[in-house]
């Protein structure tokens, strides 16, 4: 089977290690995580890219996202199927289950996470630029006061600044998922530091890659992933299906 895989950045270091193991013939092309700044802007990005590789004669185009919120809904199908795994985020793809995020997020309100790619692509302000790359975008909590003053001027830009980081008064605790991927140490100091650093508890996980492994491998069951058939469109959906084809 040939697929395409469009997936975000944060979840680069993840995404390389399934693919590697699947035994089909897969083109990966990575989105800068910041697109998920942009809310419902995010959608025609997708949709340009989706659209472009429709013309490209694939089995199926895979999804490196969840409904990230609701920035997947109204991605539509061309003459290719889409795939996309039954997550509200990418932490739940990251734990390898909605289910485990949940019961988790029930048990741990007010926690922040971190896995090797946020922090690889975010906190060291690493940024994946491949020839077939949407531009990068840096926003939101990604920009730092100077760089917000340099462009907006000095009020302007300290007030943003306070918007876009005041989120962080909402947090008591910071989970760091490792996956198991790279050398981790490194990503975990950091992890750890950022958690001292705002007087916060730390925790670690150990996260799964079962759904992205099932994604590129082509095990699509109906409970964990939604098949979007051509002309049909990704939507919402209350309850356990997240998602839903219109």
């Known amino acids: 089977m040939r697929f395409k895989v469009i997936s975000c950045q944060v979840l680069t270091w993840e995404m390389n290690h399934v693919l590697s193991r699947s035994p089909h013939s897969i083109v990966t092309e990575i989105l800068p995580m910041g697109l998920h700044d942009l809310g419902a802007a995010m959608r025609p990005r997708l949709q340009e890219r989706i659209d472009a590789a429709d013309e490209e004669g694939y089995d199926a185009i895979l999804l490196g996202y969840a409904l990230c919120g609701r920035g997947t809904e109204g991605l539509r199908a061309g003459k290719t199927q889409l795939v996309l795994p039954r997550a509200h985020d990418c932490i739940g ?56 003053i ?31 991927v790279a050398s981790e140490d490194n990503f975990r100091s950091l992890a750890r530091a950022e958690a001292e650093k705002e007087g916060w508890i730390f ?40 998602v839903e084809a219109i």
């Open 93 to 148: 793809l990251l734990m390898g289950s909605r289910l485990r995020y949940q019961d988790y997020f029930d048990t741990h309100p007010g926690v922040y996470f971190r896995s090797p790619g946020w922090i690889d692509f975010q906190i060291q302000g690493q940024t994946l630029e491949p020839a077939n790359s949407a531009a990068n975008y840096t926003i939101g909590e990604r920009q730092t006061r100077e760089e917000l």
């Open 150 to 180: 340099a462009r907006y001027g000095e009020d302007n830009g300290n007030y943003l600044f306070e918007q876009f980081n005041a989120f962080r008064r909402r947090y008591s605790g910071l989970t760091y998922i490792s996956t198991g």
């Open 203 to 242: 925790e670690e996980i150990e996260g799964s890659l079962t759904l992205l492994e099932r994604l590129v491998n082509g095990k699509w069951d109906a409970a964990d992933f939604l098949v979007v058939p051509p002309g049909a469109t990704v939507q919402g959906a209350l309850g356990e299906s997240i």
